[in-house]
């Protein structure tokens, strides 16, 4: 099976989506996934002068574009989350920047998060939005991907209630391997994934060493508490074959690692992907 290994320009904390496409294919793989918005949230710190945003005048965004031509990088989907789903004015920013992300790059996938609602009424308007954002995707044959995230996608129950209740196909999951020790305690990320492994269409290969609230994410392969040959498996059951982006947030408390230290680590997780079997064949 042919998969796509990618790494999420985040990886390269404040050094942004420039030094990522200049860099990524020396840590042996060709794809990102890129950062439509700043980034402020557990210590990782990204500016929004260090991404593409929907708001770049288009001399920005071609400059960009050629940089990655120049590179030969491509750009395995668009990480447009951020905004809050639960309101109008969110739905309709997380859909400018869908639509930015069809129009210049022309991706497969958006990842962006489902929000968090405090009440029945509140869940019910994540649902429309949801739907309706998933019409705006599928206009331009993109699958919504939503993040594993503290709320209706933070445990493989509540993905499924979810995905019941939005009932879109182009409306699916972005699993990330990391976030579920983070939010949820005591869960096993395999046996979540096992169970959601049908409407996974992005997956964040995040490490961690699987405490709770624990903001530990290192290379992967260096945390241990994930078994990512396993979760291989898992996803070539239902014969999935990508994206797989690797996504580094760093250690609480560590002081900024710096572009050369993130980049060895981005580097150091495709060589512990390709000991997994993941690289075995690459799109």
Same mark, same amino acid.
């Given at each position: ?47 929004? !002068? ?6 770049? #005048?288009? &001399? @920005? $965004? +071609? ?6 031509? %120049?590179?030969?990088?491509?750009? !395995? ?6 905004? #809050?789903? &639960? @309101? $109008? +004015? ?6 400018? %920047? ?186």
């Amino acid at each position: 099976m042919k998969r796509i290994i990618s790494c999420f320009t985040n990886s390269y904390g404040p050094s942004g989506v420039r030094a990522a496409a200049e860099r990524i294919r020396d840590a042996g793989i060709a794809h990102l996934e890129l950062a439509l918005r700043g980034h402020n949230f557990g210590g990782l710190v990204i500016p929004e !002068s260090a991404v593409i945003t929907e708001k770049d #005048d288009d &001399r @920005t $965004v +071609e400059d960009f574009k050629a940089l990655l031509s %120049r590179h030969e990088v491509v750009i !395995s989907g668009c990480n447009v989350g951020g905004a #809050d789903i &639960r @309101t $109008v +004015e969110g739905r309709d920013l997380t859909e400018r %920047r869908i639509r930015f992300a069809a129009r210049w790059f022309a991706v497969p996938i958006c990842v962006t998060g489902a929000g968090q609602p405090t009440s029945t009424a509140e869940r019910k308007s994540i649902v429309t939005n949801l739907r309706h954002l998933g019409d705006v995707a599928a206009e331009s044959g993109i699958t919504l991907a939503l993040e594993t995230h503290k709320g209706p996608t933070q445990n493989a129950a509540a993905m499924l209630a979810l995905m019941s209740d939005v009932d879109h196909p182009s409306v699916r999951l972005n699993f990330d391997t990391g976030n579920i020790a983070y939010y949820n305690q005591d869960a096993d990320p395999c046996d979540e994934l096992e169970r959601v492994k049908h409407l996974v269409r992005n997956v964040h290969i995040k490490d961690n060493r699987g405490g709770f609230e624990d903001w530990y994410f290192p290379a992967v392969g260096d945390g241990g508490a994930v078994d990512f040959v396993r979760v291989r498996k898992i996803l070539d059951s239902v014969d999935f074959a990508g994206p797989y982006t690797i996504e580094i947030e760093g250690i609480g408390g560590e002081p900024e690692p710096g572009l050369e230290a993130r980049h060895e680590r981005v580097a150091r997780s495709v060589r512990h992907l390709r000991a997994c079997g993941y690289l075995d064949e690459q799109a």
